[in-house]
């Protein structure tokens, strides 16, 4: 038995269990999927960079970073989804999404910070 095998059975347990507790039962097949996710890529990272100090902190860590990635692009896709429907091209509504935000955030600065084009032109 090879030592990821034997990292794999010992920890693998109990990084369901605490996903599980973090992000709630109802995500219990994120938290299998993140694990298995996480494992594969400890094979590919530590073949290169070598295995961590911790590599159960390693490994935890890891899968809690990518079950947020999901879940982050899970609520960004069900924010948009209306604005999908109505646009034929994803790019398109992420654009309009950033426009938007950008005009909140210049209609929220005092006046003294808006760029003001006080050129008159050729005269």
């Given at each position: ?37 996480a ?45 999908l ?8 509504v992420?654009?309009h ?14 006046a ?12």
């Amino acid at each position: 038995m090879e030592p990821s095998d034997h990292l794999f059975r010992r920890e693998a347990g109990r990084m369901v269990a605490t996903l599980t507790r973090v992000f709630g039962v109802h995500n219990l097949a994120l938290a299998e999927d993140v694990v298995q996710d996480a494992f594969c890529r400890a094979l590919e990272v530590w073949k290169f960079r070598g295995v961590p100090e911790n590599p159960s902190a390693w490994l935890i860590a890891t899968a809690k970073n990518r079950a947020l990635d999901i879940l982050r692009r899970q609520r960004t896709a069900r924010t948009f989804a209306p604005e999908l429907g109505r646009a034929g091209n994803f790019a398109d509504v992420v654009k309009h999404a950033v426009l938007v935000r950008m005009l909140v955030h210049l209609r929220q600065k005092p006046a003294p910070f808006r760029v003001i084009d006080t050129h008159a032109g050729a005269g």
